[in-house]
């Protein structure tokens, strides 16, 4: 049976390696949007203020979903408003 020694130096390469690849995946995952968005992040996102937020909403030009006290916009309705315009 083969031995291998293990050394500080291979252990701190693996720590290294190790914590590249986990921020690898977390900056994957933060790049992926998001299906469903929060009024707030409607607003951010295209730049409008509340009213015409509820404009949109109450003119039919963007579907939402309420949720408790919580409205949510879909990403990809947003999407085919923006390329209908």
Excluded: C, P
Excluded at 39 to 53: C, D, H, N, Q, Y
Aim: proline residues 0%; hydrophobic residues 35%; aromatic residues 10%.
């Amino acid at each position: 049976m083969a031995v291998n020694i293990i050394t500080k130096e291979d252990l701190q390469e693996f720590k290294e390696e190790l914590l590249e690849e986990i921020k690898k995946l977390f900056s994957f995952k933060s790049t992926e949007q998001k299906l469903w968005l929060r009024s707030a992040e409607v607003k951010e996102l295209l730049k409008i203020s509340s009213g015409t937020l509820q404009n949109l909403r109450v003119n039919g030009t963007l579907r939402y979903s309420r949720v408790g006290g919580t409205l949510y916009y879909n990403y990809q309705d947003i999407e085919k408003m923006l390329n209908q315009k």
